[in-house]
């Protein structure tokens, strides 16, 4: 059982509205992603750390940022959502280290911006 | 563009039946994993195949890898309803793991 969590599960939100999607591990794993998934199954890399005070951009541009102040927090932040938003988010977490980049997921945030 | 690309993007089959599941990429790798997602969760990591291994076992699964051809394949042998979800192969790029397209399988009982 992945010891990952993320919150909430379901978002429905008005457009312009700032939000926050919350990622937790339990795990100590120095390496934590944002992906974004479409409809049509597809998943984007959006954002990656490598541990504290370490963020990077993915290979699909986002309007969305993260932090990483603890290990084990990793949340996304849009500061304000339009329509275009609206995706599946799923965040992960690994090892780190050359073979040990098995990903634990969480179950996903939905999020419709209306 | 994506590493992995995934066909059939959606295989239909009877239970019982075996799934045959295949992922082309584009660059040199040190390993290719395939994960499993049940519809609208998050992904589970089913198994990882070494560069300098040909094939994996685990349970019904097996997996193969061809690093000449840059291709691998899941076996999903005697089929089950439950085993009705998506598929996606993954592979490491610059330290990034990317997602091919996935296989949607559905295992009519």
């Known amino acids: 059982e992945a010891d990952i969590y993320q919150t909430p599960r379901y978002l429905v939100i008005g457009t312009g509205k700032k939000i926050t999607l919350e990622c937790s591990q339990t795990m100590g794993h120095d390496k934590m992603y944002w992906y974004q998934q479409d409809p049509g199954m597809e998943l984007h890399l959006i954002h990656y750390s490598y541990g504290v005070n370490s963020t990077e951009k993915g290979d699909l541009s986002s309007e969305s940022t993260v932090s990483r102040i603890r290990t084990e927090h990793f949340p996304l932040t849009l500061e304000s959502a339009r329509p275009s938003h609206t995706s599946q988010y799923l965040c992960a977490s690994s090892e780190f280290g050359q073979g040990r980049e098995k990903l634990f997921f969480g179950s996903g945030t939905q999020l419709s911006v209306l | 563009s994506q590493q992995g690309e995934e066909d059939p993007q959606a295989l239909s089959i009877q239970e019982g039946e075996n799934a045959t599941m295949n992922c082309s990429y584009k660059?040199?790798?040190?390993?290719l994993q395939w994960y499993r997602q049940n519809s609208g969760r998050g992904l589970v990591h089913l198994i990882l195949?070494?560069?300098?291994?040909r094939e994996k076992h685990s349970g019904r699964l097996r997996v193969t890898l061809d690093t000449s051809k840059k291709s691998s394949s899941l076996l999903i042998t005697a089929s089950r309803a439950a085993d009705t979800a998506s598929y996606f192969c993954a592979t490491v790029v610059w330290g990034k793991l990317i997602f091919g397209q996935g296989t949607e399988l559905s295992v009519k009982p």
């Open positions: 660059t040199s790798i040190n390993n």
């Open positions: 195949i070494r560069s300098n291994e």
